[in-house]
């Protein structure tokens, strides 16, 4: 397989965008709502949930679109990984953007981070811990930490606490991303 460096730039069919985002990034919102799930609650982001569900849908078909595996959206499963139930993905808007971890993520996931909003951007990966090891510290004195309730510097937007990593330190070799997503799909596969 042929090796393929990031950022890598993909763009959705009509017929995907109107999966991501007219079917399961509106049914995620709607299951968030009813089960009142962070993103409906937060007044500082529930205007823009619909938004925040259909794009990051968006990211994971792309990631699924781009490692030739097929995507269903893990719709009624909030357990099950993105993609292949392999791997996570997060989406960000802009493409300067750094991975974003939560801090109830499984530190040995592996997470794919998209940015854009179409065409969209995979601009790498890493394992959790890899990346909460190299989130950014912030604060003065003792107040210095890595989880975080405010939004990284230059940017408008606040989510909950999260480990913020930027991007130089993902790995960007996107060939082996995908070998190591049907490497592992396999492996579920066989367990079947």
């Known amino acids: 397989m042929k090796k393929i460096?990031?950022?890598f730039e993909l763009d959705?069919?009509?017929?995907?965008r109107n999966l991501a985002g007219g079917d399961v990034g509106v049914r995620r919102q709607n299951s968030a709502r009813k089960y009142k799930r962070s993103g409906v609650v937060d007044p500082n982001i529930a205007q823009n949930g619909f938004w925040y569900n259909i794009n990051g849908a968006s990211g994971e078909l792309v990631v699924a679109r781009f490692a030739e595996v097929p995507w269903d959206g893990c719709l009624g499963d909030l357990g099950a990984k993105?993609?292949?139930n392999v791997l996570q993905v997060r989406t960000a808007e802009g493409h300067s953007?750094?991975?974003?971890i939560e801090e109830w993520d499984n530190p040995k996931d592996l997470f794919v981070l998209v940015t854009g909003i179409g065409p969209w951007r995979?601009?790498?990966?890493?394992?959790?811990?890899?990346?909460?090891?190299?989130?950014?510290v912030w604060g003065e004195g003792e107040k210095k930490e890595k989880l975080h309730h405010y939004p990284p510097p230059n940017r408008s937007w606040t989510h909950g606490a999260c480990y913020w990593c930027e991007q130089k330190h993902l790995d960007r070799d996107l060939?082996?991303?995908?070998?190591?997503?049907?490497?592992?799909?396999?492996?579920?596969?066989?367990?079947?």
């Open 175 to 192: 060939g082996l991303l995908k070998r190591w997503v049907h490497k592992e799909m396999a492996l579920l596969e066989a367990k079947k």
């Open 5 to 7: 460096i990031g950022p």
């Open 82 to 84: 993105d993609v292949g």
């Open 97 to 100: 953007w750094p991975l974003r």
């Open 12 to 16: 959705l069919s009509e017929d995907d």
């Open 122 to 136: 995979i601009q790498g990966w890493a394992r959790g811990q890899h990346a909460i090891d190299h989130a950014d």
